[in-house]
C-alpha cells in the first residue's frame, strides 16, 4: 500500500494547480462532518454511493497509515488512485488485484476483457485457462515498448546483464556455464510461452 500512497502524492504533486484544488474539493466533499478527517462510515457511503462496491470494506484498514482511524487528505487521495487504476479480480481466488499480478498476454492483446491472476493462484497453477502466455503486469508493459499489437519482446522487459570482469581473479566456471544455461533454457522457452523463469 506503501507503494500506491507514493504513487498517488507523485501525481499530485506533478498535477496543474486546478486539478490539485479538484482534488482538495473531492476530499472536503466526503468528509461530510466538516471535521478534516474522512470516518469509516464516510468511507462506506462514499463506495456505496458512486458504485465502488467492488472495494473491500476492509480496505479502509489498508488506506488508514496511521492506524488513527481515520483518513487524511493523503490516505484518501491514495484510495482515489486506486478506484481509479485498479478493478482487477484475480480469476483464481476472486481477491482485488493491488499489486504485482499476472495476465494471459492473448487476452490482453485481443482487446477483449484480460485474465489476471494473482502471484499465488498462478503460482500453484490454481486457475484454468485457454492460454500458457503469462507474464507479471510490470514485465508485459516493458515487453510492450514500440511493438505492434499481439507482439512481445520479453529481451525489452529484461534488464541487461553487466558484463563480467574479466581481471576478476576467481570466475566460477561452474556457475557462470549453469547461468548461461538457465538463460538459453529461458530464451528457448520464450518461442512458446512468455517466460522469466
Same mark, same amino acid.
Given at each position: 500500500m506503501e507503494e500506491f500512497h507514493e504513487v498517488a502524492i507523485a501525481y499530485y504533486? +506533478?498535477?496543474? *494547480? +486546478? %486539478?490539485? *484544488? $479538484?482534488?482538495?474539493? #473531492? #476530499? %472536503?466533499? $466526503? &468528509?461530510? &462532518? /466538516? &471535521? /478534516?478527517?474522512?470516518?469509516?462510515m464516510e468511507y462506506i457511503n462514499f463506495l456505496r454511493q458512486c458504485g465502488y462496491g467492488w472495494i473491500s470494506s476492509n480496505f479502509f484498514k489498508d488506506l488508514d497509515r496511521n492506524r488513527d482511524g481515520c483518513l487524511g487528505f493523503w490516505e484518501v487521495l491514495t484510495l482515489y488512485y486506486v478506484i481509479k487504476t485498479r478493478g482487477l479480480w484475480c480469476q483464481g481466488c476472486q481477491t482485488c488485484l493491488v499489486g504485482l499480478y499476472f495476465t494471459c498476454v492473448s487476452c490482453f492483446d485481443s482487446g477483449s476483457r484480460t485474465y489476471d491472476l494473482c502471484p499465488t493462484c498462478y503460482k500453484q497453477k490454481k486457475f484454468s485457462h485457454n492460454h500458457t502466455n503469462f507474464m507479471d503486469n510490470h514485465l508485459l508493459l516493458r515487453s510492450k515498448r514500440g511493438l505492434p499489437p499481439g507482439t512481445a519482446n520479453i529481451n525489452l522487459a529484461l534488464a541487461p546483464r553487466s558484463a563480467i570482469n574479466a581481471n576478476s581473479a576467481a570466475v566460477d566456471d561452474d556457475l557462470m556455464q549453469s547461468f548461461q544455461a538457465l538463460e538459453t533454457g529461458v530464451n528457448a522457452g520464450k518461442t512458446s510461452t512468455c517466460i522469466v523463469m
Open positions: 504533486n +506533478n498535477a496543474p *494547480r +486546478n %486539478l490539485q *484544488r $479538484l482534488a482538495w474539493s #473531492f #476530499f %472536503l466533499a $466526503l &468528509d461530510s &462532518d /466538516g &471535521d /478534516g478527517q474522512i470516518s469509516y
